[in-house]
């Protein structure tokens, strides 16, 4: 049984229409798949609503060699492939002549004076003052050979000067604790932490942010939100797409670098930190670290029995995947926190690829009631526990299970459900997370992005899995089917707790 929460018609505040500042958005790795694929359509989109100041360009760096018009058409091309508005054939006119392209290596210092006359000539004609937001969309071991460029040419001013100087810094933060370390050292030689912006896109997505709201805009759940009332918490991303062409960037990556270590601790410090005093980014981020400083560290001893690694069938025939691949393509595991809220409470995540459906979510288990009342004393077994769940996609939404009596002359008790849906409370598709990150990035607001020290804790963390999975290589991969919830072994993980995943 099922009860439909009637969405009543939402009376929206009066919204201030946000404008970036004058800029010009550089983009390394511009002839890349993520250029075309996310950032050309997400810029594009905030053209649609108005988001972008007149007083913009957006110019590519990358070793291919076009002129300014074959990347003006490539990046028509990925708008009309990939936006979530349609292109519009009038507004592209607008965009035409504030796009450019650099091409050069990025080990040439003369890729870099020809960047800034490119770029001093964009100031000159659109008005873009001398602000810039660089976005490093290339592997990690390009990192240093263009901030050094960048440094060298002078196109970097220091943090406070009359104009600025930003540089988003793509996933993956490196490979290991060593490597994230050595990586930021690297960042924090050229640029301050405040011009620094690691984006995990999972942060910009609406149904993340809506974590917060819907924690601390709401009086009614934080009360409950802690070891008192909540049994556990599963967090599920689920994918039903394999590893497609990135095999071979998958192979040295694997599911516990991919998604566990940014994505799924990004998710759960927000759900299982302590209200911030403001929602400035570094009160935000402060209670996030706290989260991951409290998590209790994995020991040797301690992984085979919290940790369940999973490779699907196939996954060793996929393009550029080794024959006896041991990299994992799904993880299961029992987390828990050492603070006064959380105590005790384990946190079960689960991350996989080629699963039987596309799910990611947060439910939030609450304790079974102490006492049954009403029916016979069977019927007590019957009674399940409330569940809310903060559903991140796709079927954006919230919902509540609790019991209800079944209409009729006794007192039969039945689940039903409240259910939130984002696109019935307000219509229309979310923005794309590149949207509202590219926006943040060009204002100065760091909230959404990843600040160093919870970078290096969150690799601090997972690292004793990373060594104990090196040193003790799985036997049994491939160990699940396509299509299917993962190695029976995940199951059975949960199920030694007496509890069950919730495979919805
Ligand atoms: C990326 C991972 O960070 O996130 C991919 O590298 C994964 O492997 C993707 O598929 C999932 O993101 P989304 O937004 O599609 O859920």
Known sequence: MSAKLEVPAVVMPKRERIVAPPCAVVVFGASGDLTRRKLMPALYNLSVGTHLDDRFSMVGVARRPWGHDAFVEQMQGGVQEFSRTPFDAKLWEWWGPRLDYVSGDFNSPDTYKRLALCLADLDAKHGTSGNRLFYLAVPPDEFAAILQGLRDAGLIVAPGAATFSRVIVEKPFGSSLETAKQLNGLVAEVLDESQTFRIDHYLGKETVQNIMVFRFANSMFEPLWNRKYVDH??????????????????????????????????????????????????????????????LRQPWSDTVPNDVVLGQYNGYRTEPDIAPQSNTPTFAAMRVFIDNWRWQGVPFYLRAGKRMAKRVTEVSFHMQPIPLQLFGSADLCEHVEPNVLTLRIQPEEGIQLEFSSKVPGHDFTVGPVVMDMKYTEAFGGEPPEAYERLLLDAMRGDATLFSRRDAVETSWAWIQPILDYVEQHPQKDFPNYEQGSWGPAAADSLIHSDRRQWRNR
């Open 233 to 294: 918490v599963q967090i599920t991303a689920a994918e039903t797409v394999g590893v497609g062409t990135r095999g071979k960037f998958y192979e040295s990556t694997g599911v516990l670098r991919d998604i566990v270590q940014n994505h799924l601790l990004e998710v759960l410090s927000l759900c299982a930190m302590e209200p911030p005093n403001t929602g400035h980014a570094d009160d935000v981020r402060g209670e996030k670290l706290k989260v991951l400083k409290a």
